[in-house]
């Protein structure tokens, strides 16, 4: 009996073939399920992307739909073609506002009522031409 007790002890110490078959089942199996797997997590991961991006496009149409609402209304387009491209209606007065800097301002403001331009005084080289022609004049008589 010691004999077969030795014996048993070997066999179950080493791979059995039973043992070795369900490892190369356990084996094939984990790779067939890994490459789905990973596909199913970058769909997933690509699902999640796609619905932030959705989100995000729905959002700008919101916005879109908006602009056009506003374009679509008369007085909004005469309004932005009276301030971008300096539009008057028949019978008005147009008119550029010069900045301090000597050009027009770019972002014009709407004037309620107009008022003559300040009285500027004249530049020194004028004052100093008239003084040369009051002494040229001078002299003559």
Sequence with gaps: ????????????????????????VAVGVAVSIALPVRELVAQRSQIASLQSQNSTEAAR??????????WNDPFYVQQQARSRLFWVLPGEQPFTVIGKTGKPDPTPTPVSAWSPPPVIAPAWYT?????VQTAGAQKKS
Excluded at 1 to 24: F, H, I, K, Q, Y
Excluded at 127 to 131: D, E, R, V, Y
């Design 61 to 70: 149409l919101d916005q879109l739909r908006a602009l056009e609402k506003q």
């Design 127 to 131: 004052a100093l031409w008239k003084s």
């Design 1 to 24: 009996m010691a004999a077969s007790n030795n014996e048993r002890t070997d066999r179950r110490s080493g791979l059995t073939p039973r043992a070795a078959v369900l490892a190369v």
